[in-house]
């Protein structure tokens, strides 16, 4: 299916694009090349083939879960202004 110059004129029309002259036979050629990708991949046999519901439906692997960084807490508490057992004190925003 090759969609031709009123054809595009139309769809740019719908989708509120506004193309000049100089556009038109780039984007013709452009929609004509999608609409023949699509094509192409239509033609595949698919027979045998089961549908997927999402393309991640496979479990993911994962890595182990290990320690990697030693506990900096005590650093950056230490330049915090204010801090009380371990948590860091902010001022009071909503009274």
Request: negative net charge; glycine residues 4%; aromatic residues 2%.
């Amino acid at each position: 299916m090759a969609l031709e110059r009123p054809e595009v004129e139309k769809i740019a029309h719908l989708a509120r694009l506004d193309l000049n002259e100089d556009d038109l036979p780039r984007t013709t050629e452009t929609l004509n090349n999608i609409l023949g990708l699509i094509d192409r991949m239509q033609a595949v046999d698919t027979n045998g083939v089961e549908p997927l519901a999402h393309p991640l439906e496979t479990t993911q692997r994962l890595r182990r879960d290990e320690v990697t960084e030693t506990s900096q807490r005590d650093a950056y508490q230490a330049i915090a202004p204010a801090v009380e057992e371990g948590l860091y004190l902010v001022p009071r925003v909503i009274e």
